[in-house]
């Protein structure tokens, strides 16, 4: 009974590793899956391969916008006036005219739901002060994020010479929108009356029809055109678990929603994120040289978190934080003060994470510094520290 049992055991585990090894994404001219929070790479198929992006094109625009909004260079009800060169974008609109004003969030919400190529010129203006100078932003965000295969030329994804990029680097340029949530609020949106400024609406359609059809699917972007085919950058959530697919070239729309499919079901099938700590966990004091206040709370930049295939067992972790020599202030949430490496049951490293301050600190003043000083003489206090 027992050799039957193994032998059960043993071609479960044959076949699966089988599967893994399929086409997922056999519509696909080129595809990839990846984990958000890790970055791991789950499936990939001619992910380096140069192709039209279509309007998947947005998913970097976007981008631009969300941390133009971050920066405060602009907010999300700011109005934004319609030049003539957006309302006159050919493609996938909003129909957009020439002097209406429209709030940013409104505009956004016009390039998320229904790839509006107006609307997004109309924020690449906002943002760059002209067309070309955001293309520029484009290619130079994309050099920061070590994308090497990936060269814009315009805002939108209109098939225009020497403009491509692969799966692999859509993957990574969705990664690093996903870190504003907020987007996610327009991109999960499937249907949505748009007001325009003399009191009619425009009714938007989202082009991802997974966001109605696929539990779980709250994003991102669709692209089609003659020369592109059929794209998708999709993420969807289920508990702790985020993935991020890409797939491009694909001869229908129908194609391009089942090759999403295979590989979301082959991840959330196969994978498990497990959250070893939290970053909103508190792991102890740390004091600041010169500060307002003498300590700060130790926090993680973001959540630790080890991915598992769904068969492994949890390990149980022990942790060890290494503090940068001399934190001193000003110092703020955010700002880089040391590492905390997760180790698990056999002594390896598995997560080497950045760790940073709750508080945001100022620096003491002289008055501040005198008070600390004097407190510690009258508590017998030494002032010499090392």
């Not at 993420?235 to 729309?253: F, N, P, Y």
């Not at 973001?302 to 110092?331: H, M, W």
């Not at 905390?340 to 997560?351: A, F, K, L, Q, S």
């Not at 100022?362 to 004097?374: E, I």
């Amino acid at each position: 009974m027992k050799k039957i049992v193994f032998l059960i055991f043993s071609l479960f585990v044959f076949m699966s590793q089988i599967n893994a090894q399929e086409d997922l994404a056999p519509n696909s001219k080129s595809a990839i899956l990846i984990e958000q929070t890790t970055g791991k790479i789950l499936f990939e198929k001619n992910s380096n391969e140069k192709l039209a992006p279509a309007s998947m094109t947005k998913v970097m625009s976007m981008l631009l916008i969300m941390e133009a909004v971050d920066d405060e260079k602009i907010n999300m009800q700011e109005e934004v006036t319609i030049s003539e060169n957006a309302s006159s974008m050919g493609g996938s609109q909003v129909f957009l005219e020439a002097g209406e004003i429209y709030t940013v969030e409104e505009l956004l919400k016009g390039i998320a739901i229904a790839s509006g190529n107006d609307a997004v010129v109309a924020m690449a203006e906002k943002v760059a002060g002209s067309t070309e100078a955001f293309v520029k932003m484009m290619n130079n965000r994309a050099k920061e994020l070590g994308l090497l295969n990936t060269n814009f030329v315009n805002p939108h994804g209109l098939d225009e010479e020497n403009h491509y990029t692969t799966a692999h680097d859509m993957a990574i340029i969705a990664q690093e929108l996903l870190k504003y949530s907020k987007i996610l609020e327009f991109t999960s949106i499937y249907e949505y009356y748009m007001p325009k400024p003399d009191g009619s609406t425009t009714w938007l359609v989202n082009t991802n029809r997974l966001v109605r059809f696929y539990d779980g699917v709250d994003g991102l972007k669709t692209g089609f055109t003659s020369g592109a085919g059929y794209c998708l950058t999709a993420t969807a959530q289920k508990k702790d678990l985020r993935l991020i697919s890409v797939v491009m070239g694909v001869e229908t729309a129908d194609k391009r929603s089942s090759d999403t499919v295979n590989l979301l079901d082959y991840g959330f099938n196969t994978y498990k994120l497990k959250v070893i700590l939290n970053k909103k966990q508190e792991l102890g004091k740390v004091r600041i040289l010169n500060g307002k206040q003498e300590y700060g709370t130790v926090v993680l930049l973001n959540d630790a978190t080890e991915l598992l295939k769904v068969t492994d067992k949890e390990s149980n972790y022990t942790f060890n934080t290494l503090l940068n020599k001399k934190i001193k202030a000003p110092v703020k949430n955010g700002d880089i003060i040391g590492t905390v490496e997760i180790i698990d049951n056999e002594g390896h490293i598995v997560i080497e994470s950045k760790i940073t301050i709750k508080e945001d600190i100022k620096k003491a003043n002289l008055w501040d510094l005198f008070k600390r000083n004097l407190n510690e003489i009258t508590s017998g206090k030494s002032l010499i520290t090392n």
